[in-house]
């Protein structure tokens, strides 16, 4: 049985479309409900849907053999794991966004407010640049605007709602998209399983280009 | 078998390995829990975390609770004039924990060989490393790599040192489709690339790998490389470890400390790898001894995760005496229901929180 950790939203809607048309169905996985975990024992394989930021926990302990992740997750959270595919869906980008015209003042700390405390560090780190970081959870684009920061580090998709906040990008840090990751001692025990749904979903990848 | 009863089977698994180390020859090795400070600062990068408990000695020196054994036990064989020298040790070891970012305490069991090793010798330690895991439970796989070959492609690709330290952490993540796209920002050749993107997803039975790799090692390093393991297969294959025992690249280690073969052992049911070991000479030479080293740990406190069932019962026995029943009717009972091998509670009143398998009354 393979235990697959999908991203519970938009995104993992689209990871199992793919999933499905790779030949990995679980019709009841459709119905709107309340229930989290979805099986095709015939196929042998098991969904379930947990919060994006907590899949790569899931298949670094091995609740998951396998999961769907962003790679801004990766890069924040680091887990253990096999990175073996960038499905090239959820494109967008971690970026420092600021108020329209701000310049950075090297004589004083940045303050930078953040969801992604380990990116933003290690960023920041690479330009030797001293920063003052304050993590927060939600509706990061706040923070400037009433002063409590001088840029954020956030994901940028479209930029929408930076543009209706009066923010800017100022720089981008990483790109970003959805891989797939693999729990490293199951895919010693359960190599030929998951090889096979990875070059499935790898043709439908190509297909979908 | 009171043995079984009452070790517990990470006690049992342990106590095996002991016997099988020793039967190889190796000798025990018992090291005190604290170690100076210096010794880790020196080779903090040999280390899985560099972060230590320290604390200081009433004469003021500072001292560490040791993350490490390996380090001891060449700081320890260094006086000493050996051709060979074979160890093994039980110890606990103190290190932050990778998914918890928490100090932990974790038991490790393993060996060192260091002197004038062989080839002889390295297959020795790793089908030693393969019958620990086997000992441990039928369901293991064992990985092994060669560091040699790794450098030697990473050479043939000039790309400077942080494009590879870049490169080794994406082969260990077997993440191909970003390790082309860091050959293409690095403009590296399209030889080297494609030896490189290669080692990415090189894994599998050893004869496969093998053949895949004669094409690839083309240099006099990575031809040495590949001969040992050529050499390291043929042993292994008459040693009758075949399956379970496989070739594959994501197994990276410190280049600066390990430069020969490289091995890492999974257990079914432990998320994380059991085992972890290596040749790593290049550790000698900064510590200035001028040897070669091979051993490996193996991490005990995944077992107890591993092997554990919880109890149906406390106790065997409850053991329900009347009050009026002299203490020494109690006591000669209970004495005949243990001496039958039973664990026994006794009480006048049945306890409410001792779950029993069966009840004797006395009267």
Redesign the interface.
């Known amino acids: 049985m393979l235990n697959i950790a999908l991203p519970k939203g938009r995104l993992g809607e689209k990871v199992y479309d793919i999933l499905e048309r790779a030949g990995y169905p679980c019709e009841a996985i459709k119905e709107n409900g309340r229930k989290l975990i979805f099986e095709n024992t015939e196929l042998g394989i098991r969904y379930f849907w947990v919060k994006p930021s907590d899949v790569s926990i899931y298949v670094e302990r091995g609740a998951a053999d396998i999961g769907i992740a962003g790679k801004d997750i990766l890069l924040e959270y680091n887990p253990n794991v096999y990175e073996l595919l960038d499905l090239n869906i959820g494109k967008c980008r971690v970026a420092v966004a600021g108020k329209k015209g701000f310049r950075d003042d090297t004589r004083r700390t940045l303050k930078v407010a953040t969801k992604f405390v380990n990116i933003a560090k290690t960023h920041y780190r690479s330009v030797s640049r001293d920063i003052d970081i304050i993590k927060l959870n939600g509706s990061i684009e706040l923070a400037p605007i009433l002063g409590l920061s001088d840029v954020i580090v956030d994901i940028v998709e479209t930029g929408t709602t930076l543009k209706e906040n009066d923010l800017d990008v100022l720089e981008t840090i990483v790109p970003i998209s959805a891989r797939l990751i693999s729990n490293k001692a199951s895919f010693k025990f359960k190599t030929a399983e998951i090889e096979k749904l990875v070059e499935g979903v790898r043709l439908q990848i190509k297909e979908n280009d | 078998m009171l043995v079984d009863k009452v070790l517990k089977k990470e006690e049992q698994a342990a106590f095996n390995l002991r016997s099988l180390y020793k039967g190889y020859g190796y000798q025990p090795f018992k090291m005190s829990k604290f170690e100076e400070y210096d010794l880790y600062v020196r080779n903090k990068d040999f280390l899985v975390s560099d972060r230590v408990i320290t604390f200081n000695d009433t004469d003021g020196r500072l001292l560490a609770l040791k993350p490490d054994v390996t380090l001891s036990i060449i700081k320890n064989s260094k006086g000493e004039n050996l051709d060979k020298h074979k160890v093994y040790y039980s110890e606990n070891v103190y290190r932050i924990s990778?998914?918890t970012g928490q100090f932990k305490e974790i038991m490790q069991t393993g060996l060192e060989c260091i002197g004038e090793i062989d080839m002889l010798d390295v297959c020795e330690v790793v089908s030693l490393a393969a019958e620990s895991l086997a000992l441990v439970s039928d369901?293991y796989?064992l990985?092994i790599s060669h560091m040699g070959i790794v450098t030697a492609f990473l050479k043939e690709a000039c790309g400077g040192r942080e494009f590879e330290s870049r490169v080794t952490a994406l082969i260990a993540?077997?993440?191909t489709?970003?390790l082309e796209a860091l050959c293409a920002e690095y403009k590296i050749s399209p030889s080297a690339r494609e030896k490189l993107v290669a080692l990415s997803c090189m894994y599998g039975e050893r004869a496969e790998v093998l053949k895949r790799l004669d094409g690839l090692c083309t240099d006099a390093e990575a031809r040495s490389a590949l001969s040992e393991l050529m050499e390291l297969d043929k042993l292994l294959s008459s040693s009758g470890l075949d399956k379970k025992v496989r070739f594959d690249f994501?197994v990276v280690n410190n280049m600066k400390y390990y430069n020969g073969i490289v091995f890492k052992g999974?257990?079914?049911?432990?998320?994380?790898?059991a085992l972890s070991g290596g040749e790593y000479d290049n550790l000698l030479h900064s510590m200035n001894l001028e040897a070669r080293a091979i051993g490996f740990a193996l991490y005990l406190d995944f077992l107890s995760e591993l092997y554990y069932t919880p109890d149906e019962y406390d106790v065997d026995v409850l053991l329900l005496y009347d009050t009026a029943v002299s203490h020494e009717a109690v006591v000669t009972k209970k004495r005949e229901l243990i001496s039958e091998g039973k664990s026994v509670w006794s009480a006048s009143i049945p306890p409410e929180k001792i779950r029993y398998r069966e009840i004797v009354k006395l009267k």
């Open positions: 990778g998914s369901e796989v990985d993540e077997k993440n489709h970003e994501s999974f257990i079914s049911g432990i998320c994380e790898g």
